[in-house]
């Protein structure tokens, strides 16, 4: 990776440092593992000569600027990734490197006995000839977002390098708990202040993702009524038996298992409880705005039901939307998909355009009135064990925000 010297051992450095958020927390960021690890970017943005380097109060995120060396008008672009890592064990990351890949040899993880075959993962078959950065089986990677975060360090440290190449001002962003989904919450879009922006936070090459997920978490609190098995007749309510009933009662079909492309669910994350009490926590997604609220109503109806059956209120539900469908802000102006779709093209890199079934920081972003798609940044089988990037793809990555910028100064001529 000549062209980008640091990119590699950047990333190396961080996915070594353990950042994972914590979904139990009600701090921002979430986890002092993350307060660290930002604290350690903001020394690395200054030393690399980056502009206003700062620490947003409200949102954690850590906001710099790549000051513009053309004097003509132009968009301002704002790049940003996450630092966080999901819940999967995160501390002392050991990456492998594999050398040459052929596209077909098993690749053992370490000394853990687990392993990477490609008539499991058959995305290996098109790493034949790169480079490839996996996990020891112990951990997770961390690829997830810190390939993002190493890439975008990467096109700045590359534009400082080249101050001859004209470009707009450009903001950076790099930010806490989005794997937690509340990382974006706070998201400070007028001290951002760029017209357009991306998250590099997607996965396998060319990944272009504008279209999402409509989310909302829901829990269901089930209270029961405990006595003894032998006098139980007709006076015992099984709490954990209401959350096997309440689950049938939901559409059998609409589970992640059964579903694919703008197909919705109804996802069981947790089941606790006993006897007496018992709680179900659920995600519900689906593309289309209207077909969400009716899910979210088809969800409340199952709850209504049972408990009309009883004449009490045994279930008790708790719903609160995630995010919506970055579509319904982007397609309003599709510029900042347009200009990504170009620069992939100009580099012989094919878009890979296909609604997500999930949801990126940019979901919450675009609907704060900032346009906000995401790229791809290379991780293949995140948040496990079996999580890998390929280097080529990461400087892929890096050319392409590169190129964007180049677009970008070419549009305002």
Partial sequence: MAK??????????????????????????????????LTQLMTKLT???????????????VFATLPATSTQPMKTLGFISHIDTADFNSE??????????????????????????????????????????TTDGTTLLGADDKAGVAEIISAAAYLLAHPEIKHGTIRLGFGPDEEIGTGADHFNVADFNADYA?????????????????????EVQITGVNVHPSEAKG?????????????????????????????????????DGTVDNAKMTYIIRDHDRATFEARKKTFQAAADQINAQYG????????????????????????VVDLAKHAMETLGIKPVIYPVRGGTD????????????????????????????????MAQAVDVILQIVHDNTQQAK
């Avoid at 030393?47 to 995120?61: F, I, K, M």
């Avoid at 798609?373 to 280097?391: D, I, K």
Wanted: no cysteine.
């Fill in 362 to 393: 940019g979901s919450k972003i675009s609907f704060m009135g900032l346009p906000t798609p995401n790229l791809f940044a290379g991780g293949e089988n995140m948040h496990g064990r079996f999580e890998y990037v390929s280097e080529q793809v």
């Fill in 312 to 335: 009490v209120n045994h279930l008790k539900v708790m719903m609160k939307d995630q995010y919506y469908n970055m579509r319904e802000v982007i397609e309003k102006d599709m510029t």
């Fill in 4 to 37: 980008y010297p640091q990119l590699i051992s950047d990333f190396l450095t961080f996915v070594k440092i353990n950042s994972r958020s914590d979904e139990q927390s009600e701090t921002v960021p979430s986890s002092p593992r993350e307060t660290a690890f």
């Fill in 198 to 218: 991306y998250t590099v936070d997607g996965g396998p090459l060319g990944e272009l993702e504008y279209e999402t997920f409509n989310a909302a978490q829901a």
């Fill in 92 to 133: 002392h990351v050991t990456p492998q490197i594999v050398e040459n890949y052929d596209g077909k040899s098993i690749i053992k993880l370490g000394e853990s006995g687990y392993e990477l075959d490609p008539k499991v993962f058959a995305s290996l078959k098109n790493y034949a000839g790169q480079t490839l950065i």
């Fill in 47 to 61: 030393a690399l000569g980056l502009s206003d380097v700062h620490q947003d109060p409200q949102s954690a995120y």
């Fill in 235 to 271: 006076i015992m309510v099984n709490a954990l038996q209401l959350a096997v009933d309440f689950q049938q009662a939901l559409p059998a079909h609409d589970v992640p298992e059964k579903t694919s492309g703008r197909e919705g669910f109804f996802h069981l994350l947790a089941l």
